[in-house]
């Protein structure tokens, strides 16, 4: 996800973000993670901590199956 919230306020995913966060969705905890495109820029984003966070949050990836 690109904005999880801290506190009361909305932050956007980036390399200044807060390194752990909540979910908007669900109140789980976030962790900020980057990694590199094909083209070599860097895309920042949140994911849930494993085994945090509602397992039907819709926020939350999940795979296809």
């Known amino acids: 996800m690109r904005d ?4 009361k306020r909305l932050v956007v995913a980036g390399p200044k973000a807060p ?3 909540q979910c908007p ?3 789980g905890e976030v962790r ?5 495109n094909m083209d070599g820029e860097v895309s ?3 994911r849930h901590k494993q085994g945090t966070g509602r397992q039907d949050c819709p926020r939350r ?3 296809m199956r």
């Not at 999880?4 to 506190?7: H, S, T, W």
């Not at 900020?32 to 590199?36: I, S, V």
């Open 4 to 7: 999880a919230k801290v506190g």
């Open 19 to 21: 390194k752990v966060a």
């Open 25 to 27: 969705a669900c109140g």
């Open 32 to 36: 900020l993670r980057k990694r590199k």
């Open 44 to 46: 920042w984003f949140y």
């Open 61 to 63: 990836y999940q795979p």
